[in-house]
């Protein structure tokens, strides 16, 4: 389609000079003249038709080459580790994969159109212009290096500002997202003034950079219509003197003037590809970059991929984790200890001393850095990542539902569950009863992050989730928080009789939570204070104690 656009290009001028030269000049025959520009209005229709069947194409290509990419990005990150996501973070990797994408889009939309057609059109022009005169030509010799020269210098400018501009945009779209997500606590804490001077500050950043970088663009246009003015000019000057003295057809000069047009024309839409392309190049490079990080939890190729978690049993050797890569700052440091399968274990410890951190490790949602978690007897990376993570149930700290029925955010547990199977979980987790209260029940619909549930209820209903994937080794992290006593106490109560032999472990604030555990670890600074059931603990280790009698002391006070 686009040589069909090129062949006419060329074509054109030179039978507009036939008709002048020929037709007006010589001849004087107006029947060769009609027949020759019935020839040209043909060329335009079969111009037109490669032009209007190549732009859409292209337009296809490149919108089907971006969604493409975006499923493969998208895939790509669903696929990444909590510390590949910590680093790229969220705002960043959504403009990566909308903004960046669509930048490369419509670069490949443009190089598609235009890439053959210029440099053909080049090509083609040149070609016909030295056959006309080449003394005349010699003027674009001396033209396009200095274009050429020109263009090279604005793309070494460019490509730096737009990755900044990039950048700026990655804030924006960082800041944009933790605001809304978290709306309620902005609104809550009346922060919106803060968060408005926030954002407005990033976008004015954003503003300055783009403007920065499009005033080099700015400059391209006028600075290469003056170069192709004065390329007009002097072939009209050399060529008019030609004409003057007889040298030269006036139809060849105005068909010369033309594909000299042409050639300007050309090496202007090229500039503007690579100019355009400058940019999609900083976006390729940012999606490149996702694409070419490696989760850093993956399943190896080594290892056992059958097992699975059978007993439930968790051993720790001697782990030492933290989230940097420096290995500074260690968040778990020499933890060891041993939980049978079936036991229930409490971690109790002050905000921040690596409860989360310690039980995180054990689905692999980050890796220890050094030592071993054992699984049933077995490292937890050499079970495949599916098998481990059906093997465990974990409640995040900060779990979220998801818009949709509560019946469909149950299924997370397990797609094929019964309806049988979802009652009774939800009857463990105490959530039946206010599922039901409602006259929906189960297929009331959640809003966006589970809006429309209390805190509380939000908390029951992601513990039956979690309960519905019967797993061996269940991990509720702070997760009866906002639950009053009575119905955590009951909580526990059906975990007792109903999950004997599940093994569970409960991060826990408040001590009545865990006092009958099995074993109860406290934890100070990532590093396990003390070990023991509750008698054992009020014993032998006086923060323990200190943590039970400060408890119960508000316990009285209330
Ligand atoms: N994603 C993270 N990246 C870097 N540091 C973190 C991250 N999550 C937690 N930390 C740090 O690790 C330490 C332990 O945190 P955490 O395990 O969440 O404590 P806890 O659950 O006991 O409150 C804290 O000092 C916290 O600042
Ligand atoms: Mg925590």
Not at 157 to 171: S, V
Not at 196 to 208: Q, V
Not at 318 to 326: A, G
Not at 328 to 350: Q, R, Y
Request: with cysteine.
């Amino acid at each position: 389609m686009m040589l069909t656009e090129v062949a006419g290009d060329v074509l054109m001028p030179k039978l507009m000079s036939l008709i002048i030269n020929e037709g007006v000049g010589e001849l004087k025959d107006m029947g060769y003249i009609i027949n020759t520009g019935i020839r040209m209005v043909l060329l335009a229709v079969v111009m037109m038709a490669g032009g209007v069947l190549g732009n859409y194409f292209a337009a296809r290509a490149s919108i089907s080459f971006a969604s493409d990419l975006r499923a493969d990005v998208f895939r790509k990150v669903q696929g990444f580790s909590f510390k590949n996501i910590d680093k790229f973070s969220t705002g960043s990797l959504i403009t990566r994969l909308t903004n960046d994408i669509t930048q490369m889009q419509n670069v490949l939309r443009m190089a598609l159109v235009m890439l053959l057609r210029s440099p053909g059109m080049l090509v083609g022009a040149f070609i016909m212009a030295i056959t006309i005169n080449a003394r005349l030509a010699l003027i674009i010799g001396i033209v396009t290096p200095i274009l050429g020269f020109g263009i090279y210098f604005i793309m070494s400018k460019a490509l730096p500002r737009f990755n900044i501009m990039q950048k700026k945009l990655d804030t924006l779209n960082t800041g944009i997202q933790e605001n809304l997500t978290n709306i309620r606590v902005v609104k809550s804490f009346v922060r919106s003034d803060f968060e408005e001077e926030k954002f407005s500050a990033a976008n004015t950043e954003l503003r300055d950079n783009t403007v920065k970088a499009l005033r080099i663009i700015i400059c391209t246009m006028p600075l290469m219509t003056l170069m192709m003015n004065i390329t007009t000019l002097a072939v009209v000057w050399f060529g008019g003197g030609f004409v003057i003295k007889g040298g030269m057809l006036v139809g060849d000069l105005i068909a010369f003037t033309t594909y000299i047009t042409q050639i300007l024309m050309s090496l202007m839409m090229l500039s503007m590809i690579i100019l355009q392309g400058s940019r999609a190049l900083a976006s390729s490079r940012r999606v490149m970059e996702v694409l070419d990080t490696d989760s850093d939890i993956t399943d190896d190729a080594s290892m056992n991929k059958d097992a699975h978690v059978t007993q439930g049993s968790v051993e720790f050797k001697n782990v030492t984790f933290n989230y940097t890569d420096t290995g500074e700052n260690d968040v778990l440091c020499d933890i060891s200890f041993k939980i049978e399968p079936g036991e229930t274990v409490g971690i109790l410890g002050a905000t921040g001393s690596g409860k989360t951190s310690l039980v995180q490790l054990i689905p692999r949602l980050y890796d220890a850095d050094e030592g071993e978690i054992l699984v049933d007897g077995i490292n937890v990376k050499d079970y495949s990542l599916k098998n481990l993570r059906d093997g465990v149930g974990m409640v995040l700290q900060k779990n979220v539902l998801f818009s949709g029925t509560i019946m469909e955010n149950l299924k997370w547990g397990d797609e094929n569950a019964t309806e049988e199977e979802i009652i009774e979980s939800s009857e463990h987790a105490q959530a039946h009863g206010f599922v039901t209260a409602a006259p929906e029940g189960y297929e009331r619909e959640l809003g966006q992050g589970g809006v429309n549930v209390s805190g509380g209820q939000k908390q029951r209903l992601c513990i039956a989730r979690a309960l519905l994937k019967k797993p061996k080794i269940l991990i509720l992290d702070d997760s009866t928080s906002a639950l009053d006593t009575a119905t955590e106490a009951r909580i526990r109560e059906n975990f007792d009789t109903d999950l004997d032999s599940t093994t569970k472990i409960i991060i826990a604030q408040r001590i009545t939570s865990v006092m009958d555990a099995d074993k109860i670890i406290v934890l100070e600074d990532g590093r396990i204070i003390g070990m023991g059931n509750h008698t054992e603990l009020m014993e032998i280790s006086e923060e323990y104690r200190d943590i039970y009698y400060s408890q119960k002391e508000k316990e009285k006070a209330r």
